[in-house]
């Protein structure tokens, strides 16, 4: 379900409000829901059941966000150790942890740790 704001309503832009930061993030994921690339629907879905599809559905979301850390971490919790894909997994946190980006190479050495 997506919300318009519209001119004059207490919460548009207008008014100077600013949602909360977990606001914001609960509804970008509310609203991604329907799209099967948003690596935040994937990992909401995930949290909310940790099922076969919900695995799938991570899957589908980490090809359309190569740096997406969390999503990795999340795969690897949620393929089993024979899966296939877990490999391609791993090959892409290996990457990661050389990323130029500091906070991606922590989370991506922190994520391969937790997978042991």
Known sequence: MVHLVTRGSPTSASSGAVAPPDDSARARAT??????TSALAALAAYRRESSGAAAERLW?????????????GALLAALG????????????????????????????????????
Do not use: M, Q
Not at 60 to 72: D, F, G, L, Q, Y
Not at 85 to 95: D, Q, S, T, W
């Open 31 to 36: 609203a991604a829901d329907g799209d099967p």
């Open 60 to 72: 589908v979301a980490s090809r359309w966000n190569a740096r997406h850390v969390a999503i990795r």
């Open 81 to 116: 150790r024979e899966d296939p894909k877990r490999g391609v997994v791993v090959e892409e946190l290996v990457a990661l942890a050389a990323d130029r980006d500091p906070e991606v190479r922590r989370a991506a050495i922190a994520a391969l740790r937790s997978a042991r």
